[in-house]
Nanobody, 126 residues
Framework: QVQLVESGGGLVQFGGSLRLSCAAS????????IGWFRQAPGKEREGVSC???????YYTDSAKGRFTISRGNAKNMVYLQMDSLKPEDTAVYYC????????????????????WGQGTQVTVSS
């Protein structure tokens, strides 16, 4: 059973930085990738970034140039370094896992996220 635990959220001022961590366990395949998502109050959940086991990465436009996703030396850790934070980055951030290989094709991000963490709150004050 895949388990994902996020940490590292908190309150930070405009322009500050935070590093979120996602500790993953229970994978039964080598082709699991990790994605970060966020959901602000009253808004739909949106993707932020993802990384696969080949260290291919993807960023949405809101994250490009400010956020960096990476894996730890222990491959079960994935980090999201968030710099130049803005009030509009305020949200609950979730990490999620899924397979990125199917039918002979490798995707950058998982094609289906079946496992989710409980989320960590990030609040950016203006």
């Amino acid at each position: 059973q895949v388990q994902l635990v996020e940490s590292g959220g908190g309150l930070v001022q405009f322009g500050g930085s935070l590093r979120l961590s996602c500790a993953a366990s229970g994978f039964t395949s080598d082709y699991y990738g990790i994605g970060w998502f966020r959901q602000a109050p009253g808004k739909e959940r949106e993707g932020v970034s993802c990384i696969n086991n080949s260290d291919d990465t993807y960023y949405t436009d809101s994250a490009k140039g400010r956020f960096t996703i990476s894996r730890g030396n222990a491959k079960n850790m994935v980090y999201l370094q968030m710099d130049s934070l803005k009030p509009e980055d305020t949200a609950v951030y979730y990490c999620a896992a899924g397979l990125y290989y199917s039918g002979g094709y490798y995707y950058t991000c998982p094609y289906d996220y079946g496992d989710w963490g409980q989320g960590t709150q990030v609040t950016v004050s203006s």
